[in-house]
């Protein structure tokens, strides 16, 4: 959709929603028990555990569970952000569990280590690498959630509470999930195909997803079970590719046909030989919540979390023979070039992993002079391995040589103490939050060849080890202050210390230690709001963000694979100013806002390709600016009843201005921070039964080099604009049984982020709830 097109549209609409009684606003989120707004700030109470301070200076948005189970063809936990305001997760197929990375305002798809995904307070980001390197992936761990468990979902725009680290640069996203008061039981069978045309590939992939929970409340005792099976099939994600000039001309090689000519996105001529990384991945999901009320104000909550994948990644070779055999190595002739295919130029992956997570809060609730809570939490790789052969294929699919990296041990842990004074008590003019923490990180990668048959034999020779640990203690505190009838502040303030050891990088001949490092830091923070008039209330924050460097980014070097990873141990941290204004028009039963952002960054740690290699290298960038504006609506019973709209549309210029290591850099789009961005979806009740849903979402050009050297976005590698129109229809059955189908994608855009996401893709689902 053309960017004409685009404002033609909104143009159509936002005039209407502007207007007095048409809307509902944020009502939707806000009404419930543990979200009031005062004065643009929003108070969390409850003794439900989570991430979220009691006072929060910044815009947040959210979404129900009702809204999720009316509104979303939700597969996996991350969907649930799908129509936010300026948010894009990266998930290219059902269950997608290494590349599902989110993406903000002035923060792209690249950069996972700037946003803090927490579920009841337990931290699923994984700050253990940012992005994605050869064989380990740095995705939040969306798959301890599932769609069917979540409450609501609050996320916070930018680094302005003093309760987060800096990670927090791009936004925080908070799941509280359920726990029951009285007996109840959920079972869900859901079911979705893709038929997907690009290339050579003409095939239609399978996804099958069953859950089922039960929880209850008895006197002091609260509990909650849930599990989940997932068996998805991904289209493929990655291509064989040789540029027309790497070939030798003349006719030396075997003659073979089915390539396919194209560009690649620097408009070079390339030829596309075949797929890989086609995934079947089995993942099951265990939870267990138990919580216990020692008194009517203080509850202990206890999570463990379980989680286990076996992915398997295929590939197919477009070339054949004379005889129509495929091709997969050796020495080939294409149009007159001969091209020497490595061994592992479709390469076959085996992945299995298993991963805990323990999750411990004990929090007081009185709502007086004081509240305090005390958290701790665990999330450990207990087995996560990666096979992948040496030979090629065909015989590969048998057995051969071949290579094991293995991550065991490999996790992080987290310990907090939180308070919350009220020296005036409720209502009063002071509200003050506090606290300290520590959060430890651990990296272990090994890598081997393997003895005997690739897929099941032992580690034997070792190929590299990589590993390292960062830990981080902070101190914060912030101060939400009525100085003045009309007139409220946030003031906070946030001391980390951190620091790297024993980071080492070791091949089978040599070993690399490196020396400890540490860095300290304070980060102020503050908001002002003000009561325009009774329905318009102005708000300004601004804060200071430093994102140290990960353990990943520092010492795992990884190689071998599609791509492979450089590390850097004298890695600055990142340092970003953020500030945002706001304007929020209460519409009786709805909210418009518009917000005014910018954001400075210096020494920007960012991953990318060196140019003509699959080799990636992560680098401080002296500086990136983003400025931009963003536009939200959210409204019920629009000029009929029954008739829910909501929108958003995002505008930022966010640019390099200075990079002395790479100068062509200079003046040119962040990777993958697109220019514009908008979502619109509207859901129509026309009774109890019914509720039917149209959605789109756009973004426009964007770019995955830094110099934006990769002009032709749609091909493999680039980062192309998009325009998705997504629809859902849900039948209320009974009191207890429900039923949906939808259409993720229904115009069939076909689109890039590197990878290709998914084509036109059907669901429907069957669900009791007793």
């Known amino acids: 959709m053309n960017r004409p097109l685009l404002s033609l549209a909104l143009g159509a609409i936002l005039p209407w929603l502007a207007v007095p009684g048409f809307a509902q606003g944020a009502a939707t989120t806000d009404a419930a028990a543990e979200r009031t707004k005062s004065l643009g700030v929003v108070t969390v109470t409850g003794g439900q555990p989570t991430s979220l301070p009691t006072q929060i200076p910044t815009t947040i948005e959210g979404v129900t569970r009702e809204e999720i189970e009316t509104r979303i063809n939700a597969t996996d936990s991350e969907d649930a952000l799908k129509y936010l305001p300026s948010l894009l997760v990266r998930k290219r197929y059902i269950g997608d569990y290494n590349h599902a990375i989110l993406s903000t305002r002035a923060s792209g798809t690249g950069n996972s280590a700037r946003s803090a995904v927490y579920a009841d307070g337990i931290l699923l980001s994984n700050y253990l690498g940012n992005g994605i390197a050869n064989g380990t992936n740095f995705a939040p761990r969306w798959g301890l959630v599932t769609p069917e468990e979540i409450e609501r979902v609050d996320v916070m725009y930018g680094p302005f509470s003093a309760a987060y680290p800096g990670n927090s640069a791009g936004a925080v996203v908070d ?5 029951p008061t009285q007996l109840e039981a959920h079972v869900k069978l859901g079911y979705a195909s893709q038929p997907n045309d690009l290339y050579s590939t003409r095939q239609t992939f399978n996804s099958w997803q069953a859950s089922a929970s ?3 409340k008895s006197g002091d005792w609260s509990w909650w079970i849930d599990v989940n099976r997932t068996d998805s099939e991904g289209q493929p994600l990655t291509f064989t590719t040789a540029t027309l000039a790497s070939g030798t001309p003349g006719r030396t090689g075997m003659p073979v046909y089915g390539a396919l000519g194209g560009l690649n996105t620097t408009n070079t001529p390339w030829y596309i030989m075949g797929t890989g990384t086609q995934y079947r991945t089995v993942q099951d999901h265990a939870k267990l919540k138990l919580a216990y009320d020692f008194s009517p104000t203080v509850r202990a909550t206890y999570t463990l979390g379980w989680w286990q994948n076996t992915g398997s990644g295929q590939s197919a070779s477009y070339l054949t023979n004379a005889q129509g055999q495929p091709v997969y190595s050796g020495l080939v002739n294409i149009g007159g070039r001969s091209f020497n295919l490595a061994p592992t130029a479709f390469q076959l992956t085996e992945d299995d992993a298993t991963h805990y997570m323990h999750g411990l809060s004990v929090k007081s609730n009185t709502q007086g002079v004081f509240d305090w809570e005390l958290a701790a939490s665990l999330y450990d790789y207990s087995k996560d391995t990666q096979r992948s052969p040496t ?32 020296p005036q008590g409720v209502g009063g003019a002071h509200l003050v939050d506090f606290g300290v923490g520590r959060d430890a990180y651990k990296l272990g990668i090994v890598k081997t060849n393997v003895q005997g048959n690739w897929q099941d034999g032992p580690a034997f020779t070792p190929v590299s080890n990589v590993g390292g640990r960062t830990e981080t203690y902070s101190a914060w505190a912030q101060d939400a202050w009525s100085f003045a009838p009309k007139w409220k502040t946030v003031l906070g303030l946030r001391y980390e210390k951190w620091k790297a050891t024993d980071g080492f ?90 917000t005014l952002f910018h954001e400075t960054t210096k020494n920007a740690l960012y991953s990318q390709l060196i140019p003509n290699t699959t080799i990636s290298r992560v680098q401080n960038i002296d500086k990136v600016r983003t400025t931009g504006v963003e536009l939200a609506y959210t409204g019920q019973n629009v000029f009929i009843k029954g008739l829910d709209l909501g929108g958003s549309l995002t505008y930022a210029d966010s640019k390099t201005v200075a990079d002395a290591a790479f100068p062509a850099a200079v003046g040119k789009w962040q990777p993958r921070v697109p220019r514009w961005r908008s979502t619109v979806y509207a859901t129509y009740k026309p009774d ?3 509720a039917l849903t149209a959605a789109a979402r756009y973004s426009g050009r964007q770019y995955s080099n830094l110099d934006n050297s990769d002009v032709n976005a749609f091909a493999y590698f680039g980062a192309s604009k998009y325009f998705t129109v997504d629809l859902r229809v849900r039948y209320q059955i009974d009191r207890q049984w429900s039923a949906a189908f939808g259409i993720d994608n229904a115009n069939n855009d076909q689109y890039w982020n590197f990878h290709p996401y998914p084509q036109r893709t059907y669901t429907a689902e069957l669900r009791f709830d007793l």
């Open 175 to 179: 799941y509280v999930t359920r726990m």
């Open 214 to 216: 039960l929880g209850s």
């Open 391 to 422: 030979t090629a294929l065909p015989l590969a699919a048998y057995g051969g040589a071949g290579t094991l990296q293995d991550q065991r041990g490999t996790g992080w842990n987290t310990l907090a103490a939180k308070g919350t004074w009220r």
């Open 505 to 594: 990088t070791a091949t089978a001949t040599s070993a690399q230690p490196y020396a400890s490092r540490s860095e300290s830091d304070l980060s102020p923070k503050a908001a002002l709001a003000y009561q325009l008039t009774r329905s318009t209330v102005i708000k300004a924050s601004v804060g200071r963000a430093v994102r140290y460097p990960t353990v990943g980014e520092l010492y795992g070097a990884t190689s071998g694979g599609a791509l492979s990873f450089i590390n850097d141990p004298t890695l600055k941290p990142e340092k970003s100013w953020t500030g945002e204004l706001s304007a929020e028009q209460d519409l009786g039963t709805g909210l418009l806002r518009a």
């Open 688 to 690: 109890a039964r019914w």
